[in-house]
Structure formats: structure tokens, C-alpha cells
């Protein structure tokens, strides 16, 4: 089948890029590995692929990923990994090979390993399968590779939006249906994440007059991921920003207006019950500056909680990229 183009996106088939089947890297990300895992399986196990083209460059067909992805349900299930080839290379079904492991009598799917379980994605890029299934193994490298890699290679605006949300979602899904057993995970997912904005994202950038934003949680609010990429998104464009995290009071949300003067407010609010229409209205008729020369924030109600709870005169920006661009007009048309 090759690569087929849909919606503007590549997506791999049977051939992979230009039917010449996937680079190591291109395999690793899939399955959610590190590379070097990949060679070791090839090296020690036998697991490479089944044709060699020309050239230091190895090419994985569909049928050698398939392969390499039983290798990963059936060593997920606890088998050791010498084992867990010998099972792959065979093409026994990962059922089959949980039931003859399980022995007479006992459940097979009883004692199934977190990292075997699947999660519901749905229709998204293949980085977040790969995140998924490292945030389910609790493999930290693995996971900042992988997260790192889906930033550099997408930006930070479509990696937030196509593969780290979608994740994101997909754990949290599982947590709710699982009788809160996935806590841990998204918990450890959330954890790595807000890391890799921070390395992909190191700079400071300096404060120009006026030009600052503010970012907070509006009090009894502690959701502060996405206030996080937004934060990082704004410093990527040399926007300065104040960033607070989760639930500021009111007292010292309305001090740090005071004292940085900012050009724009971003209030997050992921529940109804924390979004506070008084508040916005407060931060937004704040004012300083000389007599004949006084200034106000804009403010922007960031977040779902803020849905049906719209503030006259206020931004709500619908996504990420919506917000990003609104403050950084607001920081320079005040600077």
C-alpha cells in the first residue's frame, strides 16, 4: 500500500516512506522504544528485518514491525525477552502465549501488566502511541526521547495539539474507567511532559515595557499544564512572561498585576466551579500609570471552565493557538 496521504499527513503502510520500509529511528518511535532497544533486539535476539537493501542504513517493513510489536506485548506481559523473541519470530498470538503462560485453570488477562494494556486512541499520529505506551511501561527515558523528539519535529503549538493532548486524554480516559488503577500514569505522563517544555524551551527572554504577560491559575484552580505550554509557547516567540501555576489567590494575583504592569492576564480555569467572572472583571478594570496616561491589562479566560461562563469584554480563546497569537499581539501593541 506505501504511503498514503490523507488530510495532508503521511500515513505508512505496508512499504513505509516511498515503499522503502522504516528507518530504526522511524521504528523506535513507533513502538514507543528507544532506539538502541530496537538494535539490541535485532543484535541479540535476531529480530532485525527479514531483507537488507544497499547501503549502513537498515529499512523495517510492515511485516518486521509487526514482529518487533508482539515482541513488545509479550514482554510486557512479563515474559523474558529471550523468550518473548523466540514467541515472535514464531508468530505465536500474544493471546496464546499469555494463555500457555498463565497454565490450567487461571485467567490469562488476570495479572496483565499496566504496560500491556492498551489505550483507546482513536485516529492520531503515531508519536502518541508511542508516548502512550512509554507512559504505561513508567519508562522515563523512553518517554522524554519521545516527547522531546515530537516538539523538535512539530513545533510546540502542533505537538500540544496533535499528539501530547490526544495522550493526554487517552490516559486520562483510561484512569476514569479503571477504577482510578492509571493515577500513576497520568500523573508520571503530566510530570514528563511539563519537563519537556522546559528543556525544549530554556531561554529567558528579557522584559521589555509593558510587553509582559501574566499567566495563572485562578484560585482553587491546579491544573497548570496547559498555562505551562502556553508559557512556553509565548517564550519561543520572545514574549516575557510571568508565569504563577495553580491556584494564586486572589490577593496575590491582583499584587503581581500591580507590580509588573503587564499588557495582557491569562486567568485558566478547568472546572466551572473555579472560574470566577467577579475576578476577571476586577483584573481586567485594574489600572496604572500617570493621570492622562492610564493603563489596563487585557485579559483573556483561558480553559474549558470558562465555557458558558463568558465575561463581557473578554478574550476567550478556543485553543492554543488562538491564545498565543492574541497575547502576542497584546505584548506588541504595548511595547
Excluded at 522504516?22 to 543484535?43: C, F, H, N, Q
Excluded at 495479572?111 to 508511542?130: K, T
Excluded at 472560574?275 to 479566560?301: D, F, I, K, N
Amino acid at each position: 500500500m506505501g504511503v498514503q496521504r490523507e488530510n495532508g499527513e503521511h500515513r505508512v503502510g505496508d512499504g513505509g516512506p516511498q515503499d522503502g520500509g522504516l528507518t530504526t529511528g522511524e521504528v523506535a518511535r513507533r513502538l514507543g522504544v528507544a532506539p538502541t532497544t530496537v538494535r539490541t533486539w535485532d543484535r541479540r535476539y535476531g529480530l532485525g528485518p527479514d531483507a537488507h537493501t544497499g547501503g549502513r542504513h537498515r529499512r523495517w517493513t510492515a511485516a518486521d514491525v509487526a514482529r518487533l510489536e508482539r515482541m513488545c506485548a509479550l514482554t510486557a506481559t512479563g515474559l523474558p525477552p529471550a523468550e518473548a523473541a523466540r514467541l515472535a519470530r514464531s508468530e505465536e498470538p500474544p493471546a496464546a502465549a499469555r494463555s500457555r503462560r498463565a497454565g490450567p485453570g487461571r485467567d490469562p488477562n488476570r495479572r496483565r501488566s499496566r504496560a500491556g494494556s492498551g489505550l483507546r486512541l482513536g485516529d492520531v499520529r503515531q508519536e502518541c502511541r508511542g508516548i502512550a505506551r512509554a507512559a504505561l511501561r513508567l519508562d522515563a527515558a523512553v518517554l522524554d526521547e519521545l516527547l522531546l523528539a515530537a516538539i523538535a519535529e512539530h513545533g510546540l503549538v502542533a505537538a500540544w495539539t496533535e499528539v501530547l493532548v490526544p495522550t493526554l486524554q487517552a490516559v486520562g480516559r483510561k484512569w476514569e474507567t479503571s477504577g482510578e488503577k492509571y493515577v500513576e500514569v497520568e500523573h508520571f505522563l503530566s510530570w514528563h511532559v511539563s519537563g519537556a517544555l522546559r528543556r525544549a524551551t530554556p531561554h529567558s527572554v528579557a522584559d521589555r515595557p509593558g510587553a509582559v504577560t501574566v499567566l495563572a491559575c485562578v484560585p482553587g484552580e491546579n491544573h497548570t499544564l496547559p498555562l505551562e505550554v502556553l508559557s512556553a509557547a509565548l517564550t519561543e516567540r520572545g514574549v516575557p512572561v510571568r508565569m504563577f501555576g495553580g491556584a494564586l489567590p486572589v490577593e496575590s494575583l491582583v499584587a503581581a498585576v500591580r507590580r509588573t504592569g503587564p499588557a495582557a492576564v491569562g486567568l485558566w480555569a478547568q472546572s466551572r466551579t473555579t472560574a470566577s467572572r467577579p475576578l476577571a472583571q476586577h483584573v481586567a478594570a485594574m489600572e496604572w500609570g500617570v493621570r492622562g496616561a492610564r493603563r489596563r491589562p487585557v485579559v483573556l479566560t483561558l480553559g474549558p471552565g470558562w465555557a458558558g461562563q463568558a465575561v463581557a469584554g473578554l478574550a476567550r480563546p478556543s485553543g492554543l493557538a488562538e491564545a498565543v497569537a492574541a497575547l502576542e499581539s497584546s505584548a506588541s501593541s504595548s511595547s
